[in-house]
């Protein structure tokens, strides 16, 4: 096999007739009383958690983007702050590569707060498997099924230690 043959057979899926994109992405660290606050998503899987947020939409900058997605998910609006971590998803290298191998999205995290008077609520609309919101304690985060796994991981380093690039992880 030549190597560009075997480098093709070893590339992610491609869905058919889509051109490879990379898709971004904005997410919240809302973090009060030692507790993050999540999405809980439920379906024909085990149920998992999410940061609030989502994908960017053309024209709009990453804070007007996470604004909007914190509340279409949690049903209140945020104070975007500063930017902790990116983060780069490439579905082929992970777990969930039968069903999204041909995914790539960046991801910005950003801590943010409440904005003043708001509380989170789910009234049932956020995204497809989105059930619910939840407070989870940072401390035992790393047991608790949030994804990506490496959140819990960068929230319980000490602050100095905190790379600001997670590279491809999960």
């Not at 051109?19 to 009383?33: F, G, Q, S």
Request: glycine share 12%; with cysteine.
């Amino acid at each position: 096999m030549t190597d560009e043959a075997g480098r093709a057979a070893h590339a992610a899926p491609v869905r058919l007739g889509a051109a490879p994109t990379i898709r971004v992405a904005n997410k919240a660290l809302i973090i009060r009383d030692g507790r993050l606050l999540v999405t809980v998503n439920s379906g024909d899987f085990p149920t998992f958690y999410l940061c609030p947020g989502g994908g960017q939409d053309h024209g709009e900058d990453a804070h007007a983007g996470l604004r909007r997605e914190c509340r279409e998910e949690i049903g209140c609006d945020v104070v975007v702050g500063e930017l902790a971590f990116l983060r780069d998803y490439i579905g082929a290298d992970h777990e969930f590569a039968e069903h999204d191998g041909w995914f790539h999205q960046r991801e910005a995290f950003f801590f943010c707060d409440l904005a003043p008077g708001a509380e989170p609520r789910f009234d049932g609309v956020g995204d497809l498997h989105q059930t619910g919101i939840a407070w989870v304690a940072l401390d035992g985060l790393d047991r608790e099924p949030l994804w990506p796994k490496a959140v819990a991981h960068w929230l319980t380093t000490p602050q100095g230690d905190r790379p600001r690039y997670l590279g491809n992880v999960n």
